[in-house]
Structure formats: structure tokens, C-alpha cells
């Protein structure tokens, strides 16, 4: 009964932030299946208390790393200065990371790549990691070819860097056999299961 909702302060509800969920987009259709999935979680989770930023890439000025160094010499963070260094920002403060991509041959979309790399400042000298922990993180990942054998290798190598982050668990939306925009919508489960883990992670 100590923690009970009725014993606490006002000053109790004021001391707790709500979650931070930072969601990188990686596809140009901003209208298009993995949006349409990421932010049926996002929707959600908002729904249920958390605070969202998303992050739309195709719409952002920025480069892919440029293997400078900078992150592993003097500084801490990636030393380009552009669209993308507030949402490394953003990312490294959020306690869930949402990244949802379209399977372009076999792999993210560049954009969501070009993300990724940047993220290695995240990493210290020696590639511990330089983010605190306790972050969760969810992949959304889509594709056109209806077969969940093909691609399916995609999901544990980027689960596994980002593990490396620090991220526990990693969760992975996966929708096949989607081509156009709002063929997801077809997929009424999975849109469903998107809510699910939203509710689950909320909890
Ligand atoms: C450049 C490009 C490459 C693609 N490569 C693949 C692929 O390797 N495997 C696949 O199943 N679908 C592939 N697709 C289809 C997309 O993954 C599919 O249309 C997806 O639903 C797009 O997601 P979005 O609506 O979120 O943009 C490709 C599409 C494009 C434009």
C-alpha cells in the first residue's frame, strides 16, 4: 500500500516524466506502410501517457557518417552539425527508439541507413556505449515480397547493435506481402499487435 495512487503527492505525479519515445522514419511515402504500422504504435502510446517525437528522415537535410573519427577523438556526440544532430539528441534522451523502414533490397532504406551509421558517436572510444541504460527499442520493417523467409535476416543485425546500445528488449513489427501505400490496412492483426506492444510497453 506505500506506493499506492492514493498515498501519493501532488509533487509525486509532478516528479514523474512521462515516457520518451523517439521514432525515426525511414521512408520517402510518408503516407506508406511502415509509417502507417510505426505510428499505430505511436498513436497509442501517446494515447496511454507517453511523449512522442517523431522524426520524418526523408524530410531532413543530412549526410551519412563520414568516418572522420571526431566521436572517438575530442568530442562525445557526431561532430556534423545538421538536421540529423537534434535527433541524436533526441534518440540518446528517449527510453524507447522506434525505427520503421521499407525493405529496400533486402536491407533498411538508405535514409534509415544513413541514420544508423551516424549513431556509431554512440559509442565510446573502446565501443562501450555511451548511452545510459534501461532503453527499449521497436523495429518496423516492411516489405513487398509476401514470403517471411525471405529478408527475415535483416531484424537480428540490427537487434544485435543495438543490444550492443544497450537497447533490451529489442521488438520487431514485421508486415510481408505490402507494396503500396495502405495495403498495411489490410492487416488488421498486425495493426493490433502494433497497439499490443504499445499497451505492453507502457505498462
Ligand atoms: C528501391 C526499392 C527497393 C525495394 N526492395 C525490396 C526488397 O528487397 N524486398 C521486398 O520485399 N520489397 C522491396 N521493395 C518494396 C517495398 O519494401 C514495399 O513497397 C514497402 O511496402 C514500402 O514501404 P513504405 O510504404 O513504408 O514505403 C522495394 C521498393 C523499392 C522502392
Redo the contacts with the bound molecule.
Sequence with gaps: MENSIWKKKWYDFAQEEALKIAAVLG?P?SQ????TLAHKFLETARELGAEVRVYPLNLMNFQGCQGCGACKANIETCIQEDDLAPVLEAVKAADVLVMAS?????DLSGQLKCFFDRTYSYFNPDFSSRLPGGKKAVIVL????PDEG??NDIFPRYQRWLTWFGYTPVYLLRAVG??D?G?IRQQAALLDQAASLAQEIMK
Design positions: 521512408s511515402r506508406g506502410n511502415s509509417s521499407p525493405v529496400y533490397f533486402g516492411v516489405q513487398a515480397n525471405q529478408f505490402v507494396k501505400p495495403d
